[in-house]
T-cell receptor, first 114, second 108 residues
Framework: EPEVTQTPSHQVTQMGQEVILRCVPI?????FYWYRQILGQKVEFLVS????????KSEIFDDQFSVERPDGSNFTLKIRSTKLEDSAMYFC????????????FGSGTRLTVV | GIQVEQSPPDLILQEGANSTLRCNFS?????LQWFHQNPWGQLINLFY???GTKQNGRLSATTVATERYSLLYISSSQTTDSGVYFC??????????FGQGTTLQVKP
């Protein structure tokens, strides 16, 4: 069964550092998303990406965040200057042209900012 | 925006028991999914079920879109069923709105 792959699985970074979280969506999918989950809380939408541009973003997704699809296969989330409150599990997800099967989520990157 | 409420928030079962988890949502949706978050934090897609009924082994789900609720049934529960169950709703290709989840603990 096709998978969404995320790397790294766990990243520890110092406050103020830049981090890049990487995702390889399912190859024929067209819609890409990032979500985050602070420990013990529900999963929150960050941003959606379609046709090489952001289609929707939440109020969480401020100027410190950016997304890219640099080479047609990878999909990255960059946090420019991390804060302690950015510590969370970050999930990438993708969806095909027909939403018959819904979203497929990756296994997540646990980001710890110290 | 759409509100998603799940009940109960917590559930403790003995192995072998059956359970029903509920998801209420406040507006019409094109997409409804049930996820199981395992102890390692992975979100496992259980069902894509904007309407109707589906079954997969011991799990089944029913969504009554006109009444804006969905039910997840777990029969003959096993310890490996433990974890958090999330309902998430949204438009076809737009963002998903997640509920707060139901934390299930199955005791041997």
């Amino acid at each position: 069964e096709p998978e969404v792959t995320q790397t790294p699985s766990h990243q520890v970074t110092q406050m103020g550092q830049e981090v890049i979280l990487r995702c390889v969506p399912i190859s024929n999918h067209l819609y890409f998303y990032w979500y985050r989950q602070i420990l013990g809380q529900k999963v929150e939408f960050l941003v959606s990406f379609y046709n090489n541009e952001i289609s929707e973003k939440s109020e969480i997704f401020d100027d410190q965040f950016s997304v890219e699809r640099p080479d047609g296969s990878n999909f990255t989330l960059k946090i420019r200057s991390t804060k302690l409150e950015d510590s969370a599990m970050y999930f990438c997800a993708s969806m095909g042209r027909r939403a018959n099967y819904g979203y497929t989520f990756g296994s997540g990157t646990r980001l710890t900012v110290v | 925006g759409i509100q998603v409420e799940q009940s109960p928030p917590d559930l403790i079962l003995q192995e072998g028991a059956n359970s029903t988890l509920r998801c209420n949502f406040s507006d019409s949706v094109n997409n409804l999914q049930w996820f199981h978050q395992n102890p390692w934090g992975q979100l496992i897609n259980l069902f894509y079920i904007p309407s109707g009924t589906k079954q997969n082994g011991r799990l089944s789900a029913t969504t009554v879109a006109t009444e804006r609720y969905s039910l997840l049934y777990i029969s003959s529960s096993q310890t490996t069923d433990s974890g958090v169950y999330f309902c998430a709703v949204g438009s076809n290709t737009g963002k998903l709105i997640f509920g707060q989840g139901t934390t299930l603990q199955v005791k041997p």
